[in-house]
């Protein structure tokens, strides 16, 4: 009766094999399941960049607003008739650094030499 157990144990064993560790898992599938979503996550964001893309295309094709634009942004351009104003935002001024100097020698008596030269009315 033991022996019919163990038999039936391992026969057990081998028929479940396959479907936890073999080639076609629940532990294969859960990986594929998690690259399918991250793919489909991707796939939806390069979907939206090639509609955009598209998009400009189209525009560039057909409308000359786009290709107006560009030139203006890109190339600087401006048509013959217009008047080019750049308005150029200063800062204002930033507050000056005060960095400690060298320690000044203590207030004496001066020597000719160091006093200044008395300035001539």
Known sequence: MRILAIVLALLIVVLQWPLWIGKGSWLKVWQIEA???EQTIQNG??????EALDAEVRDLKTGTDAIEERARNELGMVRQDEVFFQILQTRPPAAPVVQPGPVSPAPGPQSDAAKPAPTQP
């Open 35 to 37: 690259q399918l979503s």
């Open 45 to 50: 964001k390069l979907k939206l960049r090639n």
